[in-house]
């Protein structure tokens, strides 16, 4: 991938809002009493609080495949696990059929030298994909029509074929949602006519990426959702081209979606015209729990995470469409493996992102296979270990020290802490239950940790009332909602979001009422929890829904449906979230952030949104010499 370092083409984007500060001075928002003010008085500044811009050379294939496909019960895969597994391959396929998607320091050496981030014409990057997703179609196509074979030379004495392969169940379904005609294999036995092979894969590939499909709009958006709704197999199949670009690109759809054409269309929304001005995108750590950490980080010298830092902290201050505010993955695991074999050290890189690198936090994932605190328990004879701790002979002692560790530097240092709050994404079976709100108790209750910012993601759904319990696993019945609810009411610092909050959004709109209905019964117990309630989208994470790119508004509509007041409303948007980052009030981390960021006009821009009429962006460049 090669970024001009020349004039760019104008875009719709580009052509529309002009960067960030031609949309977000103080005038947009109106003056005086026709400013959006939440309860708190600061401006509405929305803010997406959980996102991620990651690509397919940042996290392990297949593992992480196989944990979104096959361990989300939310999103099952039609067809069965046979299907599901196929599925696994075919996106892997398509992410491998990518050899050029660029590692992060390939990206860094690209932009190194660039003033701005650049933005690409959006019909290019759906060529691109497309090219992918066709490759990955073709193999699968071919793997059907071996099966067919092998499956036309063993039909039994009375003439029946056995049954399709998974291949074979999933081609005829993707055929079935594009509207390509083929033989209907798996339901009745059938082997398709194999005699024009490829041109089957070439039609779905062109269904899926047709041009009427798009319009004029060349966003992230799925033939999928011009028809049906319930199409989710073409939407993976686009998440997996999705994920091939370059995390630049990656970045430049997160704000086409959601910060300016949003901005754009709500002009009568009664929340306010505003887009997203602030992302906070996550990174991901998850080597150590989905492969072999020795076989990708030979030197343990991090490289595949610090080269990602490098490269999201120079995204953010050269991106001028909205602010970003990073979060650094922390994984315990690697850690602990690392202070084991001669490098103690891994706390002080991710602390140096924090530091002097423009991120905002830490990104923890408890379901990969640890608890918040108490993972000692895994040393007692006959405690189920998790397996990457028993294969790189490391304790839960170990994995306690080092989050110890980490607690202890957060909180002296006032950095929040983001934390997998949903039982999705375990790396073992049942370790998803680890996300659990009631696991971070012992954490807060150290007198030490009790003013610790912590967020709990992807709060919302209250799963754990209205599903049953995984079989082989502890049985849970209490939503992790109200756990969290619990842990705000006793402390000041604890706040959740409402990423991935699908269960209210695209076709299940119509059916929301019983999660919002639960959603106040919480809020009526629980009066605090509307000021610590954030916005958040789950992007990329979020590509695999079929009507995403109206996510942000469906939220919107959600919150007007809930008992919620405007004010509370406005400040789940933009202001609490504007809180948990600290950049409401003079301390460590707004001087680090204005430190990081003082000649960038996307943060001076947002600073003066929030205190238009205070000095504290003075305040922050006087005191830098004081950290």
């Given at each position: 991938?090669?970024?001009?370092?020349?004039?760019?083409?104008?875009?719709?984007?580009?052509?529309?809002?002009?960067?960030?500060?031609?949309?977000?001075?103080?005038?947009?928002?109106?003056?005086?009493?026709?400013?959006?003010?939440?309860?708190?008085?600061?401006?509405?500044?929305?803010?997406?609080?959980?996102?991620?811009?990651?690509?397919?050379?940042?996290?392990?294939?297949?593992?992480?495949?196989?944990?979104?496909?096959?361990?989300?019960?939310?999103?099952?895969?039609?067809?069965?696990?046979?299907?599901?597994?196929?599925?696994?391959?075919?996106?892997?396929?398509?992410?491998?059929?990518?050899?050029?998607?660029?590692?992060?320091?390939?990206?860094?050496?690209?932009?190194?030298?660039?003033?701005?981030?650049?933005?690409?014409?959006?019909?290019?990057?759906?060529?691109?994909?497309?090219?992918?997703?066709?490759?990955?179609?073709?193999?699968?196509?071919?793997?059907?029509?071996?099966?067919?074979?092998?499956?036309?030379?063993?039909?039994?004495?009375?003439?029946?074929?056995?049954?399709?392969?998974?291949?074979?169940?999933?081609?005829?379904?993707?055929?079935?949602?594009?509207?390509?005609?083929?033989?209907?294999?798996?339901?009745?036995?059938?082997?398709?006519?194999?005699?024009?092979?490829?041109?089957?894969?070439?039609?779905?590939?062109?269904?899926?990426?047709?041009?009427?499909?798009?319009?004029?709009?060349?966003?992230?958006?799925?033939?999928?959702?011009?028809?049906?709704?319930?199409?989710?197999?073409?939407?993976?199949?686009?998440?997996?081209?999705?994920?091939?670009?370059?995390?630049?690109?990656?970045?430049?759809?997160?704000?086409?979606?959601?910060?300016?054409?949003?901005?754009?269309?709500?002009?009568?929304?009664?929340?306010?015209?505003?887009?997203?001005?602030?992302?906070?995108?996550?990174?991901?750590?998850?080597?150590?729990?989905?492969?072999?950490?020795?076989?990708?980080?030979?030197?343990?010298?991090?490289?595949?995470?610090?080269?990602?830092?490098?490269?999201?902290?120079?995204?953010?201050?050269?991106?001028?469409?909205?602010?970003?505010?990073?979060?650094?993955?922390?994984?315990?695991?690697?850690?602990?493996?690392?202070?084991?074999?001669?490098?103690?050290?891994?706390?002080?890189?991710?602390?140096?992102?924090?530091?002097?690198?423009?991120?905002?936090?830490?990104?923890?994932?408890?379901?990969?296979?640890?608890?918040?605190?108490?993972?000692?328990?895994?040393?007692?004879?006959g405690a189920r270990k998790p397996r990457a701790l028993q294969e790189l002979g490391v304790t839960g002692q170990e994995i306690d020290n080092e989050l110890r560790?980490?607690?202890?530097?957060?909180?002296?240092?006032?950095?929040?802490?983001?934390?997998?709050?949903?039982?999705?994404?375990?790396?073992?079976?049942?370790?998803?239950?680890?996300?659990?709100?009631?696991?971070?108790?012992?954490?807060?209750?150290?007198?030490?940790?009790?003013?610790?910012?912590?967020?709990?993601?992807?709060?919302?759904?209250?799963?754990?009332?209205?599903?049953?319990?995984?079989?082989?696993?502890?049985?849970?019945?209490?939503?992790?909602?109200?756990?969290?609810?619990?842990?705000?009411?006793?402390?000041?610092?604890?706040?959740?979001?409402?990423?991935?909050?699908?269960?209210?959004?695209?076709?299940?709109?119509?059916?929301?009422?019983?999660?919002?209905?639960?959603?106040?019964?919480?809020?009526?117990?629980?009066?605090?929890?509307?000021?610590?309630?954030?916005?958040?989208?789950?992007?990329?994470?979020?590509?695999?829904?079929?009507?995403?790119?109206?996510?942000?508004?469906?939220?919107?509509?959600?919150?007007?449906?809930?008992?919620?007041?405007?004010?509370?409303?406005?400040?789940?948007?933009?202001?609490?979230?504007?809180?948990?980052?600290?950049?409401?009030?003079?301390?460590?981390?707004?001087?680090?952030?204005?430190?990081?960021?003082?000649?960038?006009?996307?943060?001076?821009?947002?600073?003066?949104?929030?205190?238009?009429?205070?000095?504290?962006?003075?305040?922050?460049?006087?005191?830098?010499?004081?950290?």
């Amino acid at each position: 991938m090669h970024y001009s370092r020349g004039t760019l083409m104008p875009t719709r984007r580009g052509v529309l809002v002009g960067g960030l500060a031609a949309t977000a001075l103080p005038g947009c928002y109106g003056q005086g009493e026709d400013r959006n003010i939440s309860p708190d008085g600061l401006p509405s500044v929305p803010v997406d609080i959980h996102n991620h811009v990651f690509n397919a050379t940042d996290v392990p294939i297949p593992g992480f495949v196989e944990q979104v496909l096959l361990r989300d019960p939310e999103t099952p895969v039609p067809g069965g696990l046979s299907v599901a597994r196929s599925l696994v391959g075919l996106v892997v396929d398509i992410i491998l059929a990518a050899r050029g998607t660029p590692t992060a320091s390939e990206e860094l050496i690209e932009i190194a030298d660039l003033q701005r981030l650049p933005v690409r014409d959006g019909g290019d990057l759906l060529i691109q994909d497309r090219r992918f997703v066709e490759a990955g179609l073709v193999e699968l196509e071919n793997r059907v029509d071996t099966a067919g074979r092998v499956r036309q030379g063993a039909v039994s004495a009375d003439g029946k074929l056995p049954p399709a392969t998974g291949d074979e169940v999933l081609f005829s379904l993707l055929a079935a949602e594009s509207e390509v005609p083929v033989n209907p294999v798996g339901l009745a036995g059938n082997i398709r006519n194999s005699d024009r092979a490829g041109d089957q894969a070439r039609q779905i590939a062109d269904a899926i990426y047709a041009d009427e499909a798009f319009q004029d709009d060349l966003s992230f958006k799925s033939l999928s959702e011009r028809r049906n709704p319930d199409q989710s197999l073409i939407q993976t199949l686009m998440w997996a081209g999705l994920l091939t670009r370059s995390r630049v690109d990656i970045l430049g759809e997160l704000i086409r979606l959601y910060a300016h054409q949003t901005a754009q269309a709500d002009t009568n929304d009664s929340l306010g015209s505003n887009g997203i001005k602030v992302f906070s995108p996550s990174l991901v750590d998850f080597t150590y729990w989905l492969r072999a950490g020795q076989d990708r980080d030979v030197d343990r010298s991090g490289r595949d995470v610090t080269d990602q830092i490098n490269l999201l902290s120079r995204m953010a201050l050269l991106e001028r469409g909205a602010l970003i505010l990073p979060f650094a993955p922390f994984c315990p695991l690697r850690a602990a493996y690392y202070r084991k074999n001669g490098n103690s050290n891994w706390l002080q890189t991710i602390q140096k992102s924090i530091e002097s690198q423009g991120f905002a936090g830490i990104k923890l994932y408890p379901p990969m296979g640890f608890l918040p605190l108490g993972n000692a328990k895994f040393d007692e004879p006959g405690a189920r270990k998790p397996r990457a701790l028993q294969e790189l002979g490391v304790t839960g002692q170990e994995i306690d020290n080092e989050l110890r560790a980490l607690y202890d530097w957060c909180a002296a240092e006032d950095v929040p802490i983001k934390t997998h709050g949903n039982n999705s994404l375990g790396a073992d079976a049942c370790t998803g239950q680890n996300a659990s709100a009631a696991n971070w108790k012992p954490v807060l209750e150290t007198p030490a940790w009790s003013d610790l910012r912590l967020n709990i993601a992807h709060f919302g759904g209250f799963d754990e009332e209205r599903f049953p319990t995984a079989p082989g696993c502890p049985s849970q019945t209490q939503a992790y909602e109200w756990q969290a609810a619990e842990l705000i009411a006793k402390y000041d610092n604890v706040y959740v979001d409402l990423g991935y909050w699908t269960d209210v959004t695209g076709s299940n709109r119509d059916q929301s009422q019983e999660i919002i209905d639960l959603l106040d019964n919480l809020l009526n117990q629980r009066e605090n929890l509307k000021t610590r309630l954030m916005y958040g989208s789950d992007w990329t994470m979020l590509g695999r829904e079929n009507q995403h790119a109206s996510y942000y508004n469906d939220v919107r509509k959600a919150l007007q449906a809930s008992a919620l007041e405007k004010p509370d409303q406005i400040s789940i948007l933009g202001s609490n979230a504007i809180r948990y980052l600290g950049l409401d009030r003079r301390g460590k981390q707004f001087r680090r952030l204005t430190g990081f960021f003082e000649d960038a006009p996307q943060y001076n821009t947002i600073i003066t949104l929030i205190r238009p009429s205070s000095n504290l962006l003075a305040f922050g460049r006087d005191a830098l010499g004081q950290r």
